[in-house]
């Protein structure tokens, strides 16, 4: 969709178009699905899309080009990654607040590589929401 239009330099102009074209996906991802959320084969529960995880994503992965063309592949990693490990939240982090834990997830991308996906767990709710999601260094 986006690819021949992606900056793929590393100049502030280019973290910053690659940002936009994030969040312009994530909100037609959201018009195509309604219930913000695609079920996760792993974990045998429903993974949601919530503005921590546009905010995070966009601010992440729009620092890399490989991360900005994993986050295209939203459907494919909400649906395939796999639970590698359970965090603690980082200290002070203001954004990890709302959850108790942080899941890692990877799911190996065609043509990008591994790439991981955190998800945190909300108090209370125990509801599953992606948090961010980067491409690793192969």
């Known amino acids: 969709m986006y690819q021949n239009e992606i900056p ?3 100049s502030p102009e280019d973290v910053e178009r690659r940002s936009v074209i994030i969040r312009d996906f994530y909100r037609q991802w959201k018009e195509q699905n309604p219930s913000q959320r695609k079920y996760n084969l792993s974990l045998g529960e429903y993974i949601n899309i919530r503005m921590i995880s546009i905010t ?3 601010r992440h ?3 890399r080009y490989n ?3 994993a986050v ?3 459907d494919a990693i909400l649906t395939n990654a796999k639970k590698k490990s359970v ?3 980082k200290q ?10 942080m899941l890692i997830m990877e799911y190996d991308c065609v043509g990008i590589g591994i790439v991981k ?5 909300k108090r209370r709710t125990y509801e599953k929401v992606q948090y961010c999601i980067t491409a690793l260094e192969v």
């Open 61 to 63: 992965a729009a620092k």
């Open 72 to 74: 295209l592949q939203l």
């Open 56 to 58: 995070e994503t966009s």
């Open 8 to 10: 793929v330099g590393d």
């Open 92 to 101: 002070g982090s203001k954004n990890q607040n709302q959850f108790e834990r």
């Open 67 to 69: 991360s900005t063309l």
């Open 87 to 89: 965090s603690k939240t």
């Open 117 to 121: 996906m955190t998800v945190g767990i």
